[in-house]
């Protein structure tokens, strides 16, 4: 598709569609809990929706109505075994924190995706899942899916110190030790997002967290609730950067999530030396309105325990870097490599198509600062945040076209992208 080029302005309110980790995590544990739970705002992209047609396959009666997703709760034993195998789409999210759900039923299942999850790494859960008993196991040395699994009534607590930051593989293994006989201590390389955690304790189940250590006892039984998921910061931030960008702009953003886990991005903003005002701020949902403006950038270093916080974010960091004065040097961020796809490599050549000046390296970026865009054809290759990205980044080239190739990807996590889009255009 054409991209909307050559653009002056930004100026308007949106709001972003619901946080895919939590919606993603509320219907797992509703489906897992005992009793009814309500789920509001949910975000409806394509990884989510599997996420919901996985656990229908395994018997849990969910409704879309009206707004509202109503999921009557199976219980920790009451899976059902599925009579096909359990498509995760482009969610590497779905099979992950699928994975460590299944690990306490005793019945076989296959989970496979779509071309790109097919090439990302299962092993990171598959190994400690491994340890606590269950059968598992997927393609190459690797584990890529398909994986078939084999759950056990008898799972063994686990003593794991993770080898990566990464929440999924955190979450999957919270979830197996909720079905566990006895104590496990899951110990993170870095604090990453704490959705599961926190929504954990939302539904009566319970675990403590001291520092990067979290001790869970099992087994455990979790009660039905109400849930409100507030905007996705990660669908945020390509509104933010533009707003940044974009010559006399400013956009007003409502409603977006804002735990300490996930807010990253904003620290950016501010090392950066971007306008952002934060109002508006409601505690117990974790959400505020978030402000930005057109406004002068510098470069900086984005490396550490701050990446964790912000790693779906790089790739518009990337573009948000190529127009500050300066060099930008992002490290520690190998992780980018097991995406959707090598978000580090695919990240540099879309944006150096353009005429950006990025040199990958292996656990980052250097960013060469204040470059002019120009038209070009770029490929998502299916994946969602290379799309939007992209669909920035042409708002700043003065003339030529842009042409993105398998945009449809952006609707993995962003249905109304463009919608929201022409909303700022025309303010």
Request: aromatic content about 4%; glycine content about 10%.
């Amino acid at each position: 598709m054409k991209l909307q080029t050559n653009i002056n302005q930004l100026k308007g309110s949106i709001r972003v569609p619901g946080d895919k980790s939590i919606s993603h995590r509320s219907i797992i544990f509703g489906s897992l809990a005992e009793g009814q739970t309500k789920v509001y705002d949910i975000l409806r992209g394509e990884d989510v929706l599997s996420t919901i047609q996985v656990f229908r396959d395994l018997g849990v009666e969910i409704e879309d109505k009206d707004g509202v997703i109503t999921i009557q709760g199976v219980g920790m034993e009451g899976l059902k075994a599925p009579k096909n195998a359990l498509d995760m789409g482009n969610s590497g999210t779905s099979i992950r924190l699928i994975s460590g759900v299944l690990a306490g039923a005793e019945f076989e299942v296959e989970m496979f995706g779509d071309d790109s999850l097919s090439k990302r790494p299962m092993d990171r859960v598959t190994l400690p899942l491994k340890r606590m008993g269950v059968s598992i196991s997927g393609q190459t040395e690797r584990d890529l899916p398909p994986i078939h699994l084999r759950g056990t009534k008898h799972l063994t607590p686990i003593h794991y110190e993770l080898p990566i930051a990464s929440a999924q593989v955190k979450s999957a293994l919270i979830f197996a030790a909720l079905q566990s006989q006895g104590q496990s201590v899951i110990v993170e390389k870095e604090c990453t997002r704490n959705h599961t955690e926190d929504m954990l304790r939302q539904f009566g189940g319970d675990l403590t967290v001291d520092g990067k250590e979290i001790t869970i006892n099992g087994p455990q039984t979790l009660t039905g609730q109400t849930i409100v998921v507030p905007g996705d910061i990660s669908s945020a931030a390509f509104w933010l950067v533009a707003g940044l960008i974009v010559p006399n702009s400013r956009v007003e953003l409502k409603n977006v999530g804002i735990n300490e886990t996930r807010t990253g991005i904003l620290d950016v903003i501010g090392a950066m030396g971007g306008g952002l005002e934060i109002t508006e701020i409601d505690p117990i949902a974790k959400s505020a309105t978030l402000t930005v403006e057109t406004s002068d950038l510098k470069g900086i270093e984005i490396s550490g325990s701050l990446i964790p916080r912000l790693i779906d974010e790089l790739p518009i960091i990337s573009l948000l870097a190529t127009q500050a004065e300066g060099v930008t040097i992002i490290k520690d961020a190998e992780e980018l490599k097991v995406k959707e796809t090598d978000r580090i490599q695919v990240v540099a050549d879309a944006l150096n198509s353009m005429g950006a000046d990025i040199t990958p390296t292996e656990d980052g970026m250097i960013i060469k600062g204040q470059s002019t865009l120009h038209g070009a054809r770029v490929n998502t290759f299916g994946d969602h945040r290379i799309g939007m990205m992209t669909a920035i980044a042409a708002l700043l080239v003065p003339d030529g076209e842009v042409e993105l190739d398998r945009a449809e990807a952006i609707n993995t996590s962003y249905p109304g992208f463009f919608n929201d889009l022409e909303t700022l255009i025309h303010g």
